[in-house]
């Protein structure tokens, strides 16, 4: 019998009585529970060496780049900065090279110096170009450089990019709306006709109709072309597409020299104004169907006319610390310990949340775990669905990261981080943008009954063990346009780990045409949910206890085989686990019907002799890119197009794009594809670049927005030996429930953890939702 025995019930029998009602507990009977009492400090073992750039490095960057001294002739950037200026684009952490964290963090080495990139839009070169650079060391003293940032990129010009494939902002746009505003004044009395609306330029009052443009803007970066879809403006424009294109051609800073390419409408193009005004004129021209100005339908607002659920008045299910905060928090050095976990996290303004040093128990598991880039690709009939691309990082994870609704968002209670990027000379502080909270699974982690399961069984014994789940979860929400990207790592208490990804937000539509539903289903008067792909890749640096690891595939095969005790079946099918290592550097799929396993194992063994490793899991939606080939997307996503990858970890890699790819698809700035130079990575340092994702198959539940249930995507990855035995044996967290020999007595053990008898008393959070604050360094 167990020892600690707290409860006896004597003659009732396993599933009779209900003896949790009887439960004594000593502790949290009554008063409130630890849902909103902190996180306990803890100091992290060390400084955090992938920490952010502060406030004042960045101000102090912000004056040496702007020292005339220096030889960069900036401008201060403004409403009235041109093209044809120097100016700076932004200021971001540049990656610290492992090379130099790992001696600091394992070691006695010294912390590693601090480096900022910088972009700066250099149109006022003879050859303007985007030049990217890195300035350290940090904080700015006599030893600090600025040098043009290079070896992070792989396409042969290093940080240069061409300007037609620069970042459309500001200036960008002001030097072709001129020519925009020319030809839509020159239709405005058609377009009044079609939609009952005009263009006349961005600042001009009569303008009634809103746009939005194609990306990629070059294919190359020798041309540029702008597609121009007009849109209603609206708080939901991108559902009010209007079936009007301009598409502009753009090369280089000379306005001057930009000319109209076309106008397309009705499936039609049309190569200047005078062709379209003709075809109008003859009837040809029709808007169909007519799309609604208002946006009242599509706002997350509840609607009165759908009705009421019985019963759902009342406060829905929660998720609530009851016991209290079970983590630990270094907030100056962003650094958690939870349930044997622990790590470091770091935000930057390209890509958000990265996690550092994940280690279990002590043992490093994973040395860097961050996403690198969000691609998707859309389909359609229209200049704009047919060739757009995105790449999200060309807009900043960080910078579209924001205000998390404790309640709604993250659990009540949830630690609620501010996060911080430079935006100038100054720096945005958006506060409560990451929060970080335990959860129950929502199912249980282990359960076992064993002996009579019924009387008739005859068994003289039963006993039931379950172990609760729950894990520890870091979240943040990027708004990127019209999409909400959820990231979430959730931190198992078995040692495993989740990383999923889920969208929500308004789908970029197209207008509604009744011969194009390959493209789509209509999904409302005018609208059509254009089909698209979203591709997020992310980077798992596994150290499997040290960087001397291994990626091995284990495969179930089918074999013929025979045995002697079964004479009369001959030769018959049989499986067998075939485990052999990846030899070299490559991108791969996972094999259909999961029929392979995939993991990163160490040399070192476990008390059986076997390698201990870490596998990788695929969950829900792991998918990659559709197409392969495609103009739009042809070498500068070449990250997107498997659903894994594994190359040798290398400083010159940290990263698998570059923000300004996106407008380089036939001459890429990085192409992901030449990391895999045949290198071997048997017992070698490895990173897996990882895809999740989903085939956007709009419908019309994707009104008013996308819903997180379906646009889901994750992966797991869970430790494969890497242990002797499952990691549950030391949690309280469970019930053993055993009757005596004869069916006679019920034992009850709770492991002394107490249950709370608390009040629980939610808030509403009032505090700190203001969308951002500037701080100067
Ligand atoms: C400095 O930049 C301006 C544009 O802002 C340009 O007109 C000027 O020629 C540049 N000066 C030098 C020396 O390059
Ligand atoms: C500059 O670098 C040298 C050599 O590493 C070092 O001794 C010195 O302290 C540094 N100066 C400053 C201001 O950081
Ligand atoms: C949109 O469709 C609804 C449902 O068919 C219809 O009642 C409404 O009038 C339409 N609106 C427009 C602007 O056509
Ligand atoms: C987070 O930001 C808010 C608003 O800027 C500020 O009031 C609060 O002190 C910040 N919290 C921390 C922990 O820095
Ligand atoms: C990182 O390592 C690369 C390759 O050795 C080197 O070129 C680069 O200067 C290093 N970066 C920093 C910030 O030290
Ligand atoms: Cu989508």
Redesign the pocket.
């Known amino acids: 019998m167990l020892s600690s025995l707290i409860f006896v019930l004597s003659g009732a029998a396993l599933g009779v009585a209900r003896p949790g009602q009887n439960v004594e507990n000593t502790k949290r009977q009554s008063g409130s529970c630890g849902t909103y009492e902190p996180a306990a400090a803890v100091k992290a073992p060390k400084t955090n060496p992938w920490a952010q750039i502060t406030p004042a490095d960045n101000a102090a960057i912000w004056d040496l780049l702007h020292d005339p001294a220096t030889g960069l002739n900036l401008t201060l950037p403004s409403f009235t900065t041109e093209q044809t200026d120097n100016y700076v684009a932004f200021i971001d952490t540049l990656h610290t090279n492992k090379s130099a964290v790992l001696p600091y963090v394992d070691g006695n080495g010294p912390q590693p110096p601090k480096y900022a990139r910088v972009v700066i839009f250099e149109g006022g070169k003879k050859v303007p170009v985007s030049q990217e650079y890195m300035v350290g060391?940090l904080p700015v003293?006599?030893?600090t450089t600025i040098q043009k940032l290079d070896y992070i990129f792989n396409g042969g010009k290093g940080g240069t990019v061409p300007f037609n494939a620069r970042f459309f902002d500001v200036s960008r746009d002001a030097a072709s709306e001129p020519l925009l505003a020319s030809v839509m004044t020159e239709v405005a009395d058609i377009t009044q006709k079609l939609f009952g609306g005009a263009y006349y330029g961005a600042e001009d009052e009569r303008t009634d109709l809103t746009f939005t443009f194609d990306t990629p803007v070059s294919l190359d970066g020798s041309q540029a072309v702008r597609i121009v879809m007009f849109r209603y403006p609206s708080e939901v424009e991108f559902l009010q597409p209007l079936d009007f294109y301009v598409i502009l051609d753009i090369p280089g800073t000379d306005p001057s020299k930009y000319t109209l390419r076309g106008i397309v409408t009705n499936e039609k193009f049309f190569p200047t104004v005078a062709k379209f005004r003709e075809a109008f004129e003859a009837g040809q021209i029709v808007n169909e169907f007519p799309q609604p100005r208002d946006a009242e339908w599509a706002q997350l607002t509840r609607k009165k006319e759908m009705g009421t659920r019985t019963l759902e008045d009342r406060l829905a299910p929660q998720s609530i610390e009851l016991g209290g905060k079970r983590y630990k928090l270094d907030a100056e050095q962003n650094y958690v310990e939870y349930m044997g976990w622990s790590f470091y996290m770091s935000w930057t303004r390209q890509l958000g949340l990265a996690i550092y040093d994940i280690k279990f128990k002590g043992e490093r598991i994973i040395y860097e775990l961050s996403l690198q880039e969000a691609a998707a690709q859309y389909a359609g009939n229209t200049p704009k669905a047919a060739s757009t691309v995105y790449h999200d990082t060309h807009y900043g994870f960080g910078a579209q990261s924001a205000v998390l609704l404790e309640g709604f968002d993250c659990p009540f209670g949830a630690t609620m981080l501010n996060v911080s990027y430079p935006e100038g000379r100054a720096t945005t502080v958006k506060p409560q943008a990451v929060c970080i909270f335990e959860a129950d699974s929502g199912f249980p982690l282990a359960r076992h009954r064993t002996g009579g399961f019924e009387p008739s069984d005859g068994y003289g014994f039963s006993n039931l063990g379950v172990v609760k789940a729950s894990a520890l979860h870091v979240r943040h929400v990027a708004t990127v346009g019209n999409y909400d990207y959820l990231f979430d790592f959730a931190f198992n208490v078995d040692g495993s780990l989740e990383v999923s990804v889920r969208a929500s937000g308004y789908l970029q539509a197209s207008p509604y045409y009744k011969t194009q539903g390959r493209f789509g289903p209509r999904i409302h008067n005018s609208t059509q949910g254009s089909y698209h792909d979203h591709v997020v890749t992310f980077k798992a640096d596994f150290d499997i206890l040290d960087t001397k690891n291994s990626f091995q595939v284990t495969s179930l095969q089918t074999v013929q085989q025979s045995q002697p005790w079964f004479p009369e079946l001959g030769s018959f099918d049989q499986m067998e686990l075939h485990a052999s290592n990846l030899k070299t550097e490559s991108q791969l799929n996972f094999d259909p019907n999961g029929q392979s396993m995939y993991t990163v194992t160490s040399d070192k063994t476990n008390a059986w002799g076997e390698k201990r490793g870490y596998r990788i899991v695929p969950g829900h939606s792991n998918i990659h890119l559709t197409s392969s080939n495609s103009p739009f997307s042809r070498k500068q996503s070449e990250m997107s197009k498997s659903h894994l990858a594994v190359t040798r970890v290398k400083d010159t890699e940290p990263y698998a794009n570059s923000w300004q790819n996106v407008n380089l698809p036939q001459a890429p700035q990085q192409d992901f594809s030449k990391f895999f130079d045949g290198e071997s990575i048997e017992n070698e340092d490895l990173t897996v670049w990882f895809n999740l994702g989903m085939h956007h198959f709009t419908r019309s539940e994707d009104i008013p927005v996308t819903l997180f249930t379906e646009a889901s995507s994750s992966i797991l990855f869970a430790p494969q030996n890497f242990f002797d035995r499952a990691q549950e044996g030391d949690l309280q967290n469970r019930r053993w429930v055993e009757t005596g020999e004869n069916m006679d007595e019920l034992s009850w053990e709770t492991y002394g953890v107490p249950l709370a008898g608390c009040d629980v008393r939610l808030r509403e959070p009032v505090s700190g939702i203001l969308p951002w604050e500037s701080v100067e360094g």
Do not use: E, L, Q, T
């Open positions: 060391p003293s006599s030893n």
